[in-house]
Nanobody, 120 residues
Framework: QLEESGGGVVQAGGSLRLACILSGRAFRGFEMGWFRQGPGTERVLVAGISWDGRVTRYADSVKGRFTISRDDAVDTMYLQMNSLKPEDTARYYC???????????????WGQGIEVTVTS
């Protein structure tokens, strides 16, 4: 029901914008977030956004570089990623939940994930 797009390969310092579309049910009202997982690492929160878009939260490692947003009119959430670094390389996952998204535990809905590779 959640599908990510916009991943790919980019050089360090470049930008990408990820999108997450929810199909099959209303987008409105869900707390949403982006997670990422590198090889051999845990899935960690990158950014979260409240159901009304008024509250956002970011991992310290991406503050000032990434921006999360949502457009309920088109059932889509975005992650604008600027000033990308090689350490941002990971598989990025979209998540939706009834409660604020703060960790990977107990998430209601996950996307399949999309690869982001940042080359040096």
């Amino acid at each position: 029901q959640l599908e990510e797009s916009g991943g790919g390969v980019v050089q360090a310092g470049g930008s990408l914008r990820l999108a997450c579309i929810l199909s099959g049910r209303a987008f409105r009202g869900f707390e949403m977030g982006w997670f990422r997982q590198g090889p051999g690492t845990e899935r960690v929160l990158v950014a979260g956004i409240s159901w009304d878009g008024r509250v956002t939260r970011y991992a310290d490692s991406v503050k000032g570089r990434f921006t999360i947003s949502r457009d309920d009119a088109v059932d889509t959430m975005y992650l604008q990623m600027n000033s990308l670094k090689p350490e941002d390389t990971a598989r990025y996952y979209c998540a939706a939940d009834s409660y604020p998204v703060r960790s990977a535990q107990g998430i209601d809905y996950w996307g399949q994930g999309i690869e982001v590779t940042v080359t040096s």
